[in-house]
């Protein structure tokens, strides 16, 4: 079955840099476009990017353009999200999910368990 | 301020129906299709309703979906205590580029 395990989680010092991983397995990684959402303590759920299939189309919320870059590792079946000049407002459960799709525009159908980031001094 | 509009709260009693709206834009919900997802108390989303009306595989067919025009509906009949959750509407949104969820809504089983 489908398994996606988010890991990089923990807490982070305001401004710097991190990353967060999503391993994948139980399906063909590389035929599905990849989310990252993301939940605030107490809060529903905020959608933050999507990468397709090959990773060479990717889009994300204007809330986090220039500032979180998908990317991802299909020899490797892993997803990345790199995450710059991080604020509090940036802690919340991330989450992993699958796409029905390759292009990422079909829905997700899948989740990972999320990953807890803490922006904090 | 979410792009897609939820009640914040639907109650109703056992065995009851009730149903959550969910409204958007031309841009979003006018030309693509909903998905619904529940979310119990610490676990991560799940599918429950895709392309409007389609229950994912494995979801009771309690749960339904339905659409018209700039907005979607999710239904819930026989309702159950086990149902109480947060319920999200989502969909990709033509302008944005990009998927937008609404802002959720708790249902309580009275």
């Known amino acids: 079955q489908v398994q996606l395990v988010e890991s990089g989680g923990g807490v982070v010092q305001p401004g710097r840099p991190h990353r967060l991983s999503c391993e994948a397995s139980g399906f063909t990684f590389s035929n599905h476009g990849m989310h990252w959402v993301r939940q605030a303590p107490g809060k529903g759920l905020e959608w933050l990017a999507v990468?397709?299939?090959?990773?060479?189309?990717?889009y994300s919320t204007d809330l986090v353009m220039g500032r979180f870059t998908i990317s991802r590792d299909n020899s490797k079946n892993t997803l990345y999200l790199q995450m710059n000049n991080l604020n509090g407002d940036d802690t919340a459960v991330y989450y992993c999910?699958?796409?029905?799709?390759?292009?990422?525009?079909?829905?997700?159908?899948?989740w990972g368990r999320g990953t807890l980031v803490i922006v904090s001094s | 301020q979410s792009v897609l509009t939820q009640p914040p709260s639907v109650s109703a009693a056992p065995r009851q129906r009730v149903t959550i709206s969910c409204s958007g834009s031309n841009s979003n919900i006018g030309q693509n299709g909903v998905d619904w997802y529940q979310q119990l108390p610490g676990a991560p989303p799940k599918l429950l309703v895709y392309?409007?009306?389609q229950v994912a595989s494995g979801v009771s067919d309690r749960f339904s979906g339905s659409k018209s025009g700039t907005s979607a509906s999710l239904a819930i009949s026989g309702l159950q205590s086990d149902d109480e959750a947060a319920y999200y509407c989502?969909?990709?949104?033509?302008?944005?580029?990009?998927?937008?969820f609404g802002g959720g809504t708790q249902l309580t089983v009275l």
């Open positions: 999910a699958k796409d029905m799709g390759v292009s990422g525009s079909q829905g997700i159908d899948s």
């Open positions: 990468i397709s299939f090959d990773g060479n189309k990717n």
């Open positions: 989502a969909a990709w949104d033509d302008s944005r580029k990009g998927w937008v």
């Open positions: 392309y409007d009306d």
